[in-house]
């Protein structure tokens, strides 16, 4: 039975509110809907302002627009080509809507008179059309009701399953308006009214209000503002208190001393390290000196040598009689930070191992034995390395190779366990700073901004198809001149099998076809990982000229004779893998180039990131074109990382926000720490709704 205004709180399940019921509650928990508050936060996706849509007569080809009309008719065309036209008309004239795929389904979607907003791109073929608009229905024939038809109406996300069963933009905003109007007037809001009245807010009632039904653009600003403020509030708050629970904790461990190994590491190395990583690595000395525990970032460009300098954090650990251990986040990124730490330290006699998901079981009981006896000083792995089964003797340092896969949770889950190591954390793509506050709230910076001496900077260029034999001709020139290269195939989970194939196709071709004269070598991820160490130890001596390989050299390999980088389908790399990718070129003296080879039509995203790879090499312009692209969540992986739970903020274009967010989360902070007061136990309650699954960690300290 639907609950009345009075039994509603915004916890009670969706299920119970009126035009939902079990079948539609079910649906809706596919999209993360289960409660009164997870409908209130199902955010309209965009608004139609019925006041300003483009008119069917003035349309011009190229234009995306919003068109709001009456169906008229549709049909199914057969033909070479079969398709579903849709005809709808507006006071100015008549448009075409066509469809190629799911014909059934969409032939059965419109009726007669019913007035939809049909969105996309105008193409002109005897008149205008839209093909394949993303369409809303806004109401029936005769219908006048004011949701769907007055000023500024909102759209909905919605999906096929979804608006079978009457979710679609229009379903959704009458549940909406029931839901708003049989909500308690006195809604209760976690923000004390001095917050709300010191940074402009509206109510918490009100902004819901008008999120759903703005009366003007305004009110819109004001509702997402306020909204945006309390998702960015909550998480700054979190931060904050996980951050004290840090500061508490029981003391950290002293590495006393500096010994004739890390000496001896730093003596071997090919280069001499530069002023940036010797300033690093003075603060992570100090840092390592302190009782209380380290908890610092590092920043840099690729190639700029982080790992060298978490090796030498490791190799102090190691001389004060405790273990360390680096995290990366894939199992092929893990084996590659072992195989280069393994060639620099052998000599030194320090026992490092390779923790696996997929290794015999007699060897990992052996590694796991070694790590809890203390055998075994140093280990590699992925995040496995801190879940159940593992066990230190003395864990002292952990190294996150984060790579933007995870965060703040992972750190404090090793406390969880009974570890107080120090930890330090690598990021390889530069972060803006009000995203690092975010993601990075509770550590310390530390930025390795310089380049090793002699490094000339990659130049990158973008070709086509039809000039793959002067490539090729170019690579065979620079061959003879006793240079290697590298030729990269993309390699996409989804289309695994795929794109393996096609990498094993191109190595065939390229060693009998077209560089018969050289030796070329295969690597990929699913080889055994001696196959693996082989093939890359023979590139790195010269044995091997040309190594064909898929993405699983993005980090770990340093070949300084490798100059040349061609990669396969560019389009269908991101800008961050594409700069990780160029970054195993252009570590020597000699000039390199990174070869990026496309199809010829693009979508205008692709082209962008082409583009701006051929513009700059630098990691931070880069990362700024990437987050504004794609936005954090997706860039950092941290939509699954429970920390950035964020449905109408945006990390990007929110800064403003943000900043007043930390502050007033700082201020509230020092007048009550733990939020213990009887007046901020709403706030206090808010913000372990939003991180539940986390908020033990919380508790740990």
Request: glycine letters at 8%; proline letters at 5%; a positive charge.
């Amino acid at each position: 039975m639907p609950a009345s205004g009075s039994y509603l709180t915004l916890d009670t399940p969706v299920q119970y509110i009126k035009g939902i019921g079990p079948k539609r509650a079910e649906a809706l928990h596919t999209v993360h809907v289960y409660t009164v508050e997870d409908l209130l936060t199902y955010y309209p996706r965009r608004y139609i302002d019925r006041r300003n849509v483009a008119q069917i007569a003035h349309l011009q080809p190229g234009d995306t627009v919003t068109v709001v009309g009456k169906v008229f008719s549709g049909s199914i065309q057969k033909g070479k080509t079969p398709r579903f036209v849709l005809i709808v008309g507006d006071d100015t004239g008549l448009l075409e809507c066509v469809w190629f795929q799911g014909l059934q389904y969409i032939a059965k979607a419109f009726r007669y008179g019913e007035i939809v907003a049909f969105s996309g791109k105008v193409s002109f073929y005897r008149g205008p059309q839209l093909i394949h608009p993303e369409y809303d229905k806004l109401s029936e024939e005769g219908e006048k009701n004011p949701l769907h038809t007055g000023g500024i109406i909102p759209l909905y996300p919605s999906s096929e399953s979804l608006s079978r069963i009457g979710l679609d933009s229009r379903g959704f905003r009458r549940i909406m308006r029931n839901l708003l109007e049989i909500l308690p007037g006195h809604l209760e809001d976690p923000l004390p009214s001095e917050i709300r009245n010191r940074c402009q807010l509206l109510h918490l009632s009100e902004a819901f209000e008008n999120i759903h039904f703005p009366k003007d653009w305004e009110t819109l600003r004001l509702a997402q503002r306020r909204l945006k403020f309390d998702e960015l509030f909550s998480m700054q708050l979190f931060l904050g208190l996980e951050r004290q629970t840090r500061m508490e904790e029981k003391k950290g461990i002293v590495f006393e001393r500096v010994g004739e190994l890390t000496k001896r590491l730093i003596e071997k190395l090919p280069f001499e390290l530069t002023s940036a990583q010797k300033r690093v690595l003075h603060e992570i000395r100090n840092d390592m000196r302190s009782s209380k525990p380290m908890n610092r970032l590092i920043q840099g460009d690729v190639g700029s040598g982080k790992t060298i300098v978490a090796l030498i954090a490791m190799v102090i650990a190691v001389e004060n009689g405790y273990q360390t251990a680096l995290m990366a986040p894939t199992e092929i990124l893990a084996e590659q930070h072992y195989l280069s730490i393994h060639s620099l330290i052998d000599s030194l006699g320090i026992k490092i191992a390779l923790l696996k998901g997929n290794q015999r079981t007699g060897e990992r009981k052996k590694i796991l034995s070694g790590l809890e006896d203390g055998s075994i000083p140093m280990v590699v792995g992925t995040h496995a390395l801190i879940q159940e089964g593992v066990c230190f003797k003395n864990l002292g340092l952990v190294v996150i190779d984060e790579q933007h896969r995870f965060g703040v949770l992972q750190r404090a889950e090793l406390r969880q366990k009974g570890y107080y190591p120090d930890v330090l954390v690598m990021t390889a793509t530069p972060i803006p700073r009000t995203l690092a506050l975010t993601l990075y709230g509770d550590l310390d910076v530390s930025v390795i901004d310089e380049l090793p001496k002699g490094r000339k900077p990659v130049r990158t260029v973008w070709r086509t198809e039809e000039k793959r034999p002067a490539i090729y001709e170019f690579i065979r020139t620079e061959l003879k001149k006793g240079r290697q290269a590298y030729v990269v195939y993309p390699l996409i989970e989804e289309s695994e099998k795929i794109d393996l194939a096609a990498a094993k196709q191109g190595y065939e071709m390229l060693s009998k076809s077209v560089f018969p004269e050289f030796r070329c070598a295969l690597l990929h991820g699913r080889m055994k990982s001696e196959e693996k160490e082989k093939v890359m130890q023979e590139f790195k001596t010269g044995e091997v000229q040309v190594l064909v390989t898929t993405t699983v050299i993005e980090v770990g390999i340093d070949v300084p004779n490798a100059t040349i980088m061609l990669v396969e389908h560019a389009e269908r790399f991101g800008l961050t893998q594409l700069h990780q990718l160029r970054g195993r070129v252009g570590r020597g003296t000699e000039a390199s180039i990174c070869i990026l080879l496309s199809d010829r039509n693009l979508s205008e995203e692709a082209i962008q990131r082409l583009k701006t790879m051929e513009k700059t090499n630098d990691g931070f312009k880069i990362a700024e074109v990437d987050l504004a692209m794609r936005g954090p969540g997706e860039l950092f992986g941290t939509k699954q990382s429970g920390l950035l739970r964020l449905k109408i903020a945006d990390l990007v274009t929110d800064g403003p926000i943000l900043t007043l967010a930390r502050k007033e989360a700082q201020t509230l902070l020092q007048k009550d720490p733990k939020l213990h007061q009887p007046e901020h136990h709403p706030i206090l309650q808010f913000v372990k709704k939003q991180y539940k699954e986390k908020w033990g960690l919380i508790e740990v300290g």
